[in-house]
């Protein structure tokens, strides 16, 4: 927890996500148009896309986070119950294998800057104890590159199976679908 609580920090107060390396591997996957998941296996997780758009066309898709419903099998709702131009809130279900759960977050929107990071909305009841993390679009020359990062506490009401289950294909789910939808435009 205490990581997250630095994490949210260095946030809010440096605006963008520290840079990320890529091993020479990483390199390879991301060049072949497929997502790169780093997953500590202790509720840190990064997930890496690149975009064959500008991030002018990316950034709109990453803030539709209502589609996601559509796009990631294990969500089954997504209420937004406030938007503003810096702000969402949402709560968010997830379930597979019978086994279901809700929390809300609320997103900060920076638009110049093009990171929507999230935390826990911790005035709401909650499956999940503890949420932080980013979207972040970057250009990288002719494509854009997405940037998620997510740390959830290990020690919620969602079991351990079901947080590595929705690691790995619901973030290739999420990623890939907000790049088809920023490539068909």
Partial sequence: MLAGLMLLISFA??????PLIFSAAEEATLAKGEVVIRDSGKGMVVAV???DATPAKVWPEVLDIERRVEEV??????EVYHRSDDTLKAKW???MMGVSASFHLI????SASMVMSYTIDESKENDVAYAVGSYQVLSRG???RIIYRSEADPKSKVPGWLRSLL???PLRQQLGG???RAESQ
Avoid: F, K, M
């Avoid at 997103?107 to 920076?110: M, R």
């Fill in 13 to 18: 107060l440096a605006g963008s996500p520290a």
């Fill in 49 to 51: 896309i690149d975009v």
């Fill in 73 to 78: 099998g294990s969500s089954t709702g997504c």
């Fill in 93 to 95: 279900g997830i379930g």
């Fill in 107 to 110: 997103y900060t929107i920076d």
């Fill in 142 to 144: 002719d494509v854009a």
């Fill in 167 to 169: 690691t790995g294909r």
């Fill in 178 to 180: 907000i790049r088809a």
